[in-house]
């Protein structure tokens, strides 16, 4: 089974946001990374890799639902 895949928003130092989609795997090691502030770490994004700088990270965001296209029954 593949693992889920989770639709994340990186917060930097200035303003930029990046989002990306990740597993949840890669969310944990993200984290861990932005709290030992170790500098430059690759982000296995579902679009390709990304190297971001955990010491400009000033916020992670996790989607709460899935994006959803047309209707939905509510």
Do not use: C, Y
Request: negative net charge; without cysteine.
């Amino acid at each position: 089974m593949a693992d889920e895949m989770k639709r994340i928003e990186v917060g930097f130092a200035g303003g930029q946001v990046m989002s990306a989609r990740v597993t949840m795997d890669t969310l944990k090691d993200l984290r861990a990374a932005v709290e030992r502030r170790q500098g430059w770490h690759d982000l296995d994004a579902e679009d390709g890799p990304v190297s971001l700088d955990t010491t400009q990270v000033v916020f992670l965001r996790t989607a709460a639902a899935a994006h959803t296209i047309g209707f939905s029954n509510k």
